[in-house]
């Protein structure tokens, strides 16, 4: 037998993945984990006669020859059909858009595509061959693409994502069908928890990352509750979420996190308590909760990140400046040479007492009054930065002010630097590559 596998717990896109690889390699059976991502576990019940899937157990004591595996490389990640197959035959051929985790399956030839999701690679290879899809299966693959790239918001998006779906509407994907898979919450008790967890996420600014944590303690062990915590996180701003659910049936504790920032990558967090997953998204199960205190435990573990960027990281400087004692000539003269459209304008001591525009300088000019001193045309409303603010209060001051040249003042509010909204713009754009520098200092 050649079989087609994918990993445990099952995400629409490994479905995807495994799908369009039986139209890539037709005879081979497709075997389903035992652990769907519920998301996956509907795509499958609604088209249950339409795809055929063996389970593991069906793997027992059969010959396996060839293995296609999809969206993993990771043997920990497909320990469930292993424990089943004894010799392979054949070849294990691997096609994944995930790095190492370090466990790649030994003896396998891996073909890696670093898609945002590994369906668009196979919907690729597809399209190459000149092989059809038929209306449902363009839809599930393009359901597996919406869900990987979160609708082609994520970093790791790339032309070919597009370029697949583009394919796979062609052949008749349905969008109305795609949302309809994609709508995470289908269950009364969801949506219930959706309102609980919203309304008990805590927000600490840790080192100036803004983290929601919840804790939960419920009777019993309650299904779908990735896709109720995913669901929050989506509508709240935080960089990251962790929430603690705790079940009194068996004392165990399972922690959901995810995030939308490199700096907090959550899978290394939780992985002191062998969680599992990645960076934007993972989760933590703690067996015996006993009298261990599990949010204590986690903000120890959070206190551990590096610390964001602050103003004083990603200003420029020194700042230039205009003296507040010159005239206004002198003062269109500096703002020549300094080059931008407005600057400070400091007293002696170099504390920020004005903001001087190409504006002002109009006003005078127009007024005829160039001579007249620089304090009768300077803005005396500026805003101003400290250069120990975070990002997010940098973003909050930016939101809530139109200015674009913002002064940044040291404790003794002495003018130490400048952040315009581009400057700002570029250092968002810039996170992940500093947040890798960060991490490995
Ligand atoms: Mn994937």
């Given at each position: 037998?050649?079989?087609?596998i994918?990993?445990?717990?099952?995400?629409?896109?490994?479905?995807?993945?495994?799908?369009?690889?039986q139209?890539?390699?037709?005879?081979?059976?497709?075997?389903?984990?035992?652990?769907?991502?519920?998301?996956?576990?509907?795509?499958?019940s609604?088209?249950?006669?339409?795809?055929?899937?063996?389970?593991?157990?069906?793997?027992?004591?059969?010959?396996?020859?060839?293995?296609?595996?999809?969206?993993?490389?990771?043997?920990?990640?497909?320990?469930?059909?292993?424990?089943?197959?004894?010799?392979?035959?054949?070849?294990?051929?691997?096609?994944?858009?995930?790095?190492?985790?370090?466990?790649?399956?030994?003896?396998?030839?891996?073909?890696?595509?670093?898609?945002?999701?590994?369906?668009?690679?196979m919907?690729?290879?597809?399209?190459?061959?000149?092989?059809?899809?038929?209306?449902?299966?363009?839809?599930?693959?393009?359901?597996?693409?919406?869900?990987?790239?979160?609708?082609f918001t994520?970093?790791?998006?790339?032309?070919?994502?597009?370029?697949?779906?583009?394919?796979?509407?062609?052949?008749?994907?349905?969008?109305?069908?795609?949302?309809?898979?994609?709508?995470?919450?289908?269950?009364?008790?969801?949506?219930?928890?959706?309102?609980?967890?919203?309304?008990?996420?805590?927000?600490?600014?840790?080192?100036?990352h803004?983290?929601?944590?919840?804790?939960?303690?419920?009777?019993n062990?309650?299904?779908?509750?990735?896709?109720?915590?995913?669901?929050?996180?989506?509508?709240?701003?935080?960089?990251?979420?962790?929430?603690?659910?705790?079940?009194?049936?068996?004392?165990?504790?399972?922690?959901?996190?995810?995030?939308?920032k490199?700096?907090?990558?959550?899978?290394?967090?939780?992985?002191?308590?062998?969680?599992?997953?990645?960076?934007?998204?993972?989760?933590?199960?703690?067996?015996?909760?006993?009298?261990?205190?599990?949010?204590?435990?986690?903000?120890?573990?959070?206190?551990?990140?590096?610390?964001?960027?602050?103003?004083?990281?990603?200003?420029?400087?020194?700042?230039k400046?205009?003296?507040?004692?010159?005239?206004?000539?002198?003062?269109?003269?500096?703002?020549?040479?300094?080059?931008?459209?407005?600057?400070?304008?400091?007293?002696?001591?170099?504390?920020?007492?004005?903001?001087?525009?190409?504006?002002?300088?109009?006003?005078?000019?127009?007024?005829?009054?160039?001579?007249?001193?620089?304090?009768?045309?300077?803005?005396?409303?500026?805003?101003?930065?400290?250069?120990?603010?975070?990002?997010?209060?940098?973003?909050?001051?930016?939101?809530?002010?139109?200015?674009?040249?913002?002064?940044?003042?040291?404790?003794?509010?002495?003018?130490?630097?400048?952040?315009?909204?581009?400057?700002?713009?570029?250092?968002?754009?810039?996170?992940?590559?500093?947040?890798?520098?960060?991490?490995?200092?």
């Amino acid at each position: 037998m050649n079989i087609i596998i994918g990993h445990s717990n099952t995400d629409l896109d490994c479905l995807a993945s495994m799908l369009t690889a039986q139209k890539l390699y037709p005879g081979y059976e497709m075997v389903l984990s035992n652990l769907l991502n519920p998301l996956t576990g509907n795509v499958v019940s609604f088209y249950i006669t339409k795809l055929s899937f063996k389970r593991p157990d069906d793997l027992k004591d059969q010959q396996i020859d060839n293995i296609v595996v999809v969206d993993t490389r990771s043997a920990n990640r497909v320990k469930e059909f292993f424990a089943n197959i004894g010799h392979v035959e054949g070849k294990i051929e691997i096609f994944d858009h995930h790095p190492t985790d370090g466990s790649d399956i030994p003896g396998a030839q891996l073909s890696f595509v670093g898609n945002g999701a590994n369906t668009s690679t196979m919907v690729l290879k597809l399209i190459e061959r000149g092989i059809k899809l038929d209306a449902d299966e363009a839809t599930i693959a393009l359901t597996g693409i919406f869900s990987d790239t979160q609708n082609f918001t994520t970093d790791s998006v790339t032309p070919d994502d597009f370029k697949a779906a583009s394919y796979l509407v062609s052949q008749g994907a349905s969008m109305k069908l795609a949302r309809f898979f994609l709508q995470p919450l289908k269950n009364d008790y969801q949506i219930s928890y959706f309102h609980s967890l919203l309304n008990s996420l805590d927000f600490h600014n840790l080192k100036g990352h803004e983290v929601g944590v919840s804790f939960m303690d419920l009777p019993n062990k309650v299904n779908g509750l990735a896709a109720v915590v995913e669901q929050v996180f989506s509508v709240e701003k935080a960089d990251a979420i962790f929430s603690m659910f705790h079940f009194q049936s068996d004392d165990s504790t399972s922690i959901i996190a995810r995030s939308r920032k490199k700096a907090v990558p959550v899978n290394k967090i939780l992985s002191v308590w062998g969680g599992g997953g990645h960076e934007k998204a993972a989760s933590a199960t703690i067996k015996k909760t006993g009298d261990m205190d599990v949010p204590m435990a986690l903000k120890a573990e959070l206190l551990k990140l590096p610390p964001d960027r602050t103003a004083e990281s990603i200003m420029t400087k020194p700042a230039k400046s205009i003296p507040v004692n010159v005239t206004m000539e002198e003062a269109k003269r500096r703002l020549l040479e300094i080059d931008h459209t407005a600057a400070p304008v400091v007293d002696s001591d170099d504390r920020v007492v004005g903001m001087m525009g190409n504006k002002n300088i109009r006003n005078a000019e127009k007024a005829n009054s160039m001579g007249s001193p620089l304090k009768t045309y300077m803005n005396t409303k500026v805003i101003l930065i400290k250069a120990s603010n975070t990002m997010r209060e940098i973003e909050k001051i930016f939101l809530e002010n139109k200015f674009n040249h913002m002064p940044v003042v040291n404790d003794d509010m002495k003018l130490v630097g400048i952040i315009t909204r581009k400057d700002f713009l570029k250092a968002i754009h810039e996170e992940d590559e500093l947040a890798e520098l960060l991490q490995t200092r």
